[in-house]
């Protein structure tokens, strides 16, 4: 009797999501052999990078993960027990791991412990991928006073009115800053910047990195790019040396988008809110790739102080807030990054208070490619609903109810809506600590159903579940997560909070 055995892992980061690859399909004894080959899971980084001249690529490349993560493996509701993970990222698993639901557990340096909890099936094996962009190997900032010194070739307005500077290849994005010196010429210092994704590094003309400068005004509801400059700067300890400035181009571009009245509904009744204290922001702009996970910017950040959930990593050339959908939106966008995928970025959110507590934000957030001008949302992902159920504890109306002790493992179960898909889940413990939640811990499963072991709550402590649902991960009942569509959504929701007694 012969068996397909598929092994899975999948992954959910704070300034990233984790996600999953496939290997071909490796056929296993039911009753193995002492030689055999065992199952196999694969946990790597999924790379998305520009090419010698700077432009995307359509390709995605795979490294093993440096540091190598720590990892355990357990069936569910059993203890977890050390397992090696080689040098090419990959975990041999035990026998019987084919036969029954299984989850793994890895953490990354800094970050906290990840759970996968998943079945194997007979369809394939699957690996956890990391998603980073920009190259694994970096040119290292060459100093404390690594100035960017953009002056475009012609045609700079006499002042800037809000600068911002963004690098390509290795993604960066400056704060804005204010009190700059009238005139052509814009200085900016590199370890000023956010490095958008990885660790720091600096860009590389010789590699096609770009650096542009965008000068951004609001008016109405948006702030739009109103001018820029593509540069290839060569950087030292200093003053930058320019290979090549354009000149400053402030031709306009206009994209229309739209999405449902329906999605501000939805997202009032998830946040136990009125329609009106529900917000919509959109961004338009050059994308790193639209063929990876698509939020895996962390919310808050000060390169987009508006955004309150996970979204795209896209230079926002366009930024605005409950402006009317559907009506034309212009904007400024370099030449040079046209040839980037041009993506538009929608979040519907609402803030539910916990009554002496945090805010916290349900919503819903997706992205799409522009096609003729247009991005014609329709966030159909399943959204989360009550009754959110720990166990026989009901985390649906009331806050800070008790947890009773116990020893068992439990189960939290919750409902989805009936209309949409949603290809997978992550579930997020936070500790609350007085108006602020951190989190402890991350899970990610394919159904609605979470078993947690009760060893990750600490007596006294407050708590809270954030559920995140996605959609646009076609594979994902195969245990494959390295195929995203380019159009993909999330839906986000709070339970209500509880007590560990």
């Known amino acids: 009797m012969r068996s397909a055995a598929l092994c899975l892992l999948a992954i959910a980061a704070p300034a990233c999501n984790w996600v999953f690859g496939i ?20 946990l790597r980084w999924l790379v998305a990078v520009t090419d010698g001249q700077g432009m995307p690529t359509s390709s995605l490349e795979q490294h093993p993960i440096v540091p190598t ?7 569910l509701g059993q203890p977890l027990m050390d397992v090696a993970i080689d040098e090419t990222g ?4 035990p026998e019987g791991y084919e036969s029954s639901p299984w989850r793994l557990e890895y953490q990354l340096a800094g970050d906290v412990p ?28 060459p100093g404390a006073n690594t100035v960017m010194t953009m002056t475009p070739s012609d045609g700079m307005p006499g002042s800037h009115v809000g600068p911002v500077v963004f690098t390509t290849g290795i993604w960066t994005q400056s704060v804005p800053t204010f009190g700059f010196p009238a005139g052509p010429t814009f200085n900016q210092n590199l370890n000023a910047s956010v490095q958008l994704s990885g660790p720091p590094g600096a860009p590389d003309h010789t590699k096609g990195d770009l650096v542009v400068l965008s000068d951004y005004a609001t008016s109405e509801s948006c702030r739009r790019s109103v001018g820029s400059a593509v540069f290839k700067l060569a950087l030292t300890d200093g003053p930058s040396t320019t290979i090549t400035a354009e000149p400053w181009r402030n031709s306009a571009r206009t994209t229309t988008v739209t999405g449902p009245a329906s999605d501000v509904v939805r997202v009032g009744l998830a946040a136990s809110t009125t329609t009106s204290n529900v917000t919509t922001v959109v961004q338009v702009g050059p994308a790193a790739s639209s063929t990876m996970p698509a939020f895996t910017q962390e919310p808050g950040a000060e390169r987009a102080p508006r955004l309150e959930l996970r979204g795209p990593l896209l230079l926002p050339m366009l930024d605005c807030t409950n402006a009317p959908l559907g009506a034309p939106l212009t904007y400024n966008l370099p030449p040079s990054l046209s040839t980037f995928d041009q993506m538009a970025h929608i979040q519907v959110t609402a803030d ?23 991005a014609d949302f329709d966030i159909n992902v399943a959204m989360p609903l009550s009754p959110f159920l720990l166990g026989t504890l009901d985390l649906s109306t009331t806050d800070d ?7 068992d493992p439990l189960v939290l179960t919750f409902m989805t809506e009936t209309t949409g898909i949603s290809d997978y889940f992550e579930v997020v413990l936070h500790r609350v600590t007085g108006t602020s939640t951190t989190p402890e811990r991350v899970y990610t499963i394919q159904q609605p159903a979470l078993t947690i072991d009760r060893g ?42 509880f007590e560990a007694r």
Do not use: C
């Open 23 to 42: 290997e071909d399909v490796l056929q296993v004894d039911a009753a193995l052999p002492a030689d055999a080959v065992r199952p196999i899971a694969r």
């Open 114 to 141: 990840r759970e996968i909890q998943w079945s194997m099936t007979a369809e394939r094996t699957p690996q956890a991928i990391v998603p980073r962009f920009g190259r694994l190997e970096r040119t290292s900032i």
């Open 352 to 374: 539910r208070t916990v009554p002496g507590g945090p805010n916290l934000t349900h919503g819903l957030v997706a992205v799409r490619l522009i096609a003729a001008n247009r």
């Open 69 to 75: 993560p720590t990892v355990k493996i357990g069936r």
């Open 456 to 497: 990750v709550f600490t007596m006294g402590t407050d708590y809270v579940f954030e559920i995140r649902a996605f959609r646009g991960a076609p594979d994902a009942r195969f245990a494959d997560f390295t195929r995203y569509d380019s159009t993909q959504a999330s839906a986000v929701v709070w339970t209500r909070t």
């Open 90 to 93: 990959t975990i041999t698993l």
């Open 401 to 407: 109810v008790p947890l009773p002790a116990g020893t």
